[in-house]
């Protein structure tokens, strides 16, 4: 069956602009993670949906950054006034539920922010 | 907060040798997640330990949980080309998720 997709696959904008990046999640998966890769570092949670509970943002790291989930399903996350140390791999994952269930990676968007 | 540590972080092995990957916590493990990842692509699922002295295995890579050392191994029998990419460990955070991940194993295979 289809996997997690996300779009695009790269994304190369100029520092301020706003970028948005779409994940569509594994159909009947209710949990719904975003996660960033830097450059020498390691995967770095941002933020996590489940159902239709407050989603948890704890890992986000500034308020530049902003992600919602439509209808349980697709979940856009936007990044305002994109600065450089913004530039890395942003990685969309899903589960059938929360804890303990195995979380399905999509491919990930390569954002570049010149 | 929970910290992974892998060991080694990169490794270059001739093709058929043995090789292991080490992902140590710094607090209790709940649940151990193995994962590869390829250049330019996501993580590919390997397998989830979640019992102390559990071990599982997929075709010539196995993983063990020892949660007494607060561990996890992962060994690859008789490597090979296809074997090459990141190997990353991610762990439950007190049974609820999101994963804290370690920093990865980067490994090459070399003929």
């Known amino acids: 069956g289809a996997g997690v997709s996300q779009s695009p696959s790269n994304k190369v904008t100029e520092k301020g602009k706003d970028v948005e990046l779409r994940c569509d999640p594994i159909?009947?998966?209710?949990?719904l993670y975003w996660y960033r890769q830097s450059l020498g570092q390691g995967l770095e949670f941002l933020i996590y949906?489940?159902?239709?509970?407050?989603?948890?943002k704890s890992g986000l790291p500034s308020d530049r950054f902003s992600a919602e989930r439509t209808g349980g399903s697709v979940s856009t996350l936007t990044i305002q006034r994109t600065q450089q140390e913004d530039s890395a791999v942003y990685l969309c994952?899903?589960?059938?539920?929360?804890?303990?269930?195995?979380?399905?990676f999509g491919p990930g968007t390569r954002l570049l922010v010149l | 907060s929970q910290e992974l540590e892998q060991s080694p972080q990169s490794l270059i092995v001739q093709e058929g040798k043995n090789l292991t990957i080490n992902c140590t916590s710094s607090?209790?493990?709940?649940?151990l997640y193995w994962y590869k990842q390829k250049y330019g692509e996501g993580l590919i699922f390997l397998m989830m330990?979640?019992?102390?002295?559990e071990e599982k295995s997929h075709e010539k890579i196995t993983a063990k949980l020892d949660e007494k050392k607060q561990q996890s191994s992962l060994h690859i029998t008789a490597s090979q080309p296809s074997h090459a990419g990141i190997y990353l460990c991610?762990?439950?955070?007190?049974?609820?998720?999101?994963?804290?991940f370690g920093k990865g194993t980067r490994l090459s295979v070399i003929a």
């Open positions: 949906f489940q159902g239709n509970s407050a989603p948890d």
């Open positions: 991610g762990a439950d955070k007190s049974g609820n998720t999101p994963l804290v």
């Open positions: 159909s009947g998966h209710t949990a």
């Open positions: 607090k209790t493990l709940y649940g």
């Open positions: 994952a899903s589960s059938l539920s929360g804890s303990k269930e195995t979380q399905y």
């Open positions: 330990l979640q019992k102390g002295g």
